[in-house]
């Protein structure tokens, strides 16, 4: 398995880059673009936009397709949250015959999970002897109060983040908490697990957040199964990685363990991280009805530099 290093950016360093290749997507969120705003497309040689196949017609998303085009001379490519075939054969497509380091860009902000995994799992499994550079993008949000709580769709995997293939005798949670507690609750009780950490975006975008998350996901916190409950800032990537790390090391060896990531996108992004660090370790995508809510941009943003070793 190759070895890669994770480590904080900054907008600064992005602007004094050359890419190879930018990944963008179109949602219905008007921090799609936000992003898009601040890059100058001169530092990427080829762009391209994927367009989320589910609500592709809501006015807002239109709005963010026509800027996206506008902006990256890239027609929106449909594709389902839960497909990422596109993604590699783009790479292979646009990257298998280049030579040297491979430096891509990754705007994240509204982007599914399993668009940007693919992302690197192709840098991880699908390049040999020659180190890739991704830089990940994040534009904090501005949330409105949920209309309705998260009806829970699908619960799976993520690929490249399956973990152990049989079941040992201890199990062990850990949560990324974020405005889903009953869903977070509901994942709980199908888990069947023995300990519980959990963990949520303190500092983050709002100080309100936290006393949301906090109140949101009560129940979870004052089970009788949850041991901690961790504050990790959502501008430091690198630190919630290097955390969570330090969380599951001392149940590694005998025990199952599985991330759960329900938070923010950076924390997502470092549970991923790290379950593909730990083989042995899960990571799971809680999918649900999405609630549609029109998320702008809070005019923060996190860059994080994943750097894969050849």
């Known amino acids: 398995m190759r ?7 900054d907008i600064d360093a992005v602007y004094l880059e050359k890419y190879d290749i930018a990944f963008f997507a179109s949602g219905y969120e008007s921090r799609c673009i936000y992003v898009s705003k601040i890059i100058n497309p001169t530092i990427v040689k080829k762009s391209y936009v994927l367009g989320f196949l589910e609500q592709s017609h809501q006015e807002q998303r239109l709005k963010n397709d026509d800027y996206l085009m506008a902006r990256w001379n890239s027609k929106p490519i449909l594709t389902s949250s839960d497909d990422e075939e596109c993604i590699y054969s783009i790479l292979n497509e646009h990257l298998n015959g280049t030579v ?7 705007d994240y902000s509204s982007m599914s999970r399993i668009w940007y995994t693919a992302i690197l799992n192709w840098s991880r499994l699908a390049v040999a002897g020659r180190d890739v550079v991704i830089d990940f993008i994040y534009a904090m949000g501005v949330y409105g109060q949920e209309k309705s709580p998260m009806v829970i769709r699908n619960m799976a995997s993520i690929p490249g983040c399956e973990g152990r293939a049989f079941r040992l005798r201890d199990a062990v949670a850990v949560f990324g908490l974020g405005f ?36 949101i996901n009560k129940d979870l916190i004052k089970d009788h199964r949850t041991e901690a409950v961790f504050e990790l800032p959502l501008a430091s990537l690198a630190t919630c990685y290097r955390f969570l790390a330090d969380i599951i090391a001392p149940h590694r060896q005998d025990e199952e363990i599985t ?37 702008k941009a809070a005019g923060d943003i996190v860059v994080t530099r994943v750097v894969i070793y050849g």
């Open 3 to 9: 070895a890669f290093h994770v480590e904080d950016s």
């Open 100 to 106: 040297g380091s491979i430096r891509i860009l990754v």
């Open 259 to 295: 991330l759960v990531p329900m938070g923010p996108k950076p924390h997502v992004l470092a549970s991923i991280l790290v379950a593909m660090r730990f083989q042995e370790v899960a990571c799971l995508r809680v999918s649900g009805t999405p609630d549609l809510l029109d998320i």
């Open 180 to 215: 889903h507690g009953l869903a977070a609750l509901c994942v709980l009780d199908r888990l069947e697990v023995d300990t519980v950490y959990a963990f949520l975006a303190s500092p983050g975008s709002s100080s309100e957040y936290v006393k949301r998350t906090e109140e």
